[in-house]
T-cell receptor, first 114, second 110 residues
Framework: DSGVTQTPKHLITATGQRVTLRCSPR?????VYWYQQSLDQGLQFLIQ???????AKGNILERFSAQQFPDLHSELNLSSLELGDSALYFC?????????????FGPGTRLTVL | LAKTTQPISMDSYEGQEVNITCSHN???????ITWYQQFPSQGPRFIIQ???TKVTNEVASLFIPADRKSSTLSLPRVSLSDTAVYYC???????????FGTGTRLKVLA
């Protein structure tokens, strides 16, 4: 158990809908990262927050957005969902915001778009 | 952005040493290389991190040649429980973009 929690574990929805994925980092960690893992694309970095501020942006679509709240938990919002958005979404956390910090991954949220 | 390439799969037998290589031709001066292990339906788990030469911890060794265009994860005496997918990650210092490799599916046979 990494100490990172993600809810929900599974999510099934329809195209065009909007969903919110939630992540609670390990106690004391200030950075939160979001990744998408699909069969054909592998692990893709989406975005990183550090202490409430956006720190780095990866291949995140404009339909997706994220935020980190004062209590350091984070939410990833996915809107206008398409079939291709079906994937595992992982959240990770680290103590600081440096690129060398070890990232601890949560168990993931499996999103299925029908 | 740095692109990383790994073999898609490898088979090994219990008790053998396994070496998995990752190619990262465009690695920048300040980038570090990190390896993660992932079991089915779980998030990746940190194994080891290095910058150059050799790093060793209680579970693995990481070899990085002088030109740093590749790195090799070495798992000594693997067991059945080491069956997993192994990813190398180049964390782009300065731009903070985390580039995971394609992953190597290691199967350990009895």
């Amino acid at each position: 158990d990494s100490g990172v929690t993600q809810t929900p574990k599974h999510l099934i929805t329809a195209t065009g809908q909007r969903v919110t994925l939630r992540c609670s980092p390990r106690s004391g960690d200030l950075s939160v990262y979001w990744y998408q893992q699909s069969l054909d694309q592998g692990l893709q970095f989406l975005i990183q927050y550090y202490n409430g501020e956006e720190r780095a942006k990866g291949n995140i679509l404009e339909r997706f957005s994220a935020q980190q709240f004062p209590d350091l938990h984070s939410e990833l919002n996915l809107s206008s969902l398409e079939l291709g958005d079906s994937a595992l979404y992982f959240c990770a956390s680290s103590v600081g915001g440096e690129n060398t910090d070890t990232q601890y991954f949560g168990p993931g949220t499996r999103l299925t778009v029908l | 952005l740095a692109k990383t390439t790994q073999p898609i799969s490898m088979d090994s037998y219990e008790g053998q040493e396994v070496n998995i290589t990752c190619s990262h031709n465009n690695i920048a001066t300040n980038d570090y290389i990190t390896w993660y292990q992932q079991f089915p339906s779980q998030g990746p788990r940190f194994i080891i991190q290095g910058y150059k030469t050799k790093v060793t911890n209680e579970v693995a060794s990481l070899f990085i040649p002088a030109d740093r265009k590749s790195s090799t994860l070495s798992l000594p005496r693997v067991s059945l429980s080491d069956t997993a997918v192994y990813y190398c990650l180049v964390d782009r210092s300065g731009t903070y973009k985390y580039i995971f490799g394609t992953g190597t599916r290691l199967k350990v046979l009895a």
